[in-house]
């Protein structure tokens, strides 16, 4: 089992930046990749970004490409999403997420390990 906890979530305006991190903890060394998705009022969750072993094959949605940054510091077991130049579009639930498979990693029904959450607001 793996267990993850995300923070770093809050209110920012538009055009901030803020940094999520996600500590993981259990059966890490099982992991393959790790990833976020988000979910905003209404909407279902989708992909934002994931990582493969040994911080390889950064993977980003569209959306947020050239904004938002994934990145893991393997030794705290510490996984993070920098994110600039924040719209009001990308307020949601932010969700850190791991798997020990091989599939898609930009689906969310790859990943079997999940945090709570943490919530992300933009203003105006």
């Known amino acids: 089992q793996v267990q993850l906890q995300e923070s770093g979530g809050g209110l920012v305006q538009a055009g901030g930046s803020l940094r999520l991190s996600c500590a993981a903890s259990?059966?890490?060394?099982?992991?393959?990749?790790m990833g976020w998705f988000r979910q905003a009022p209404g909407k279902e969750r989708e992909f934002v970004a994931s990582?493969?072993?040994?911080?390889?094959?950064?993977t980003y949605t569209d959306s947020v490409k050239g904004r938002f940054f994934i990145s893991k510091d393997y030794a705290r077991d510490t996984l993070y999403l920098q994110m600039n130049s924040l719209e009001i579009e990308d307020t949601a639930d932010y969700y850190c997420?791991?798997?020990?498979?091989?599939?898609?990693?930009?689906?969310?029904?790859?990943?079997?390990?999940w945090g709570q959450g943490t919530q992300v607001t933009v203003s105006s």
């Open positions: 997420a791991a798997t020990s498979s091989w599939t898609d990693w930009r689906t969310s029904t790859s990943f079997e390990y």
């Open positions: 990582i493969g072993p040994s911080g390889s094959i950064p």
């Open positions: 259990g059966r890490t060394s099982t992991t393959s990749a």
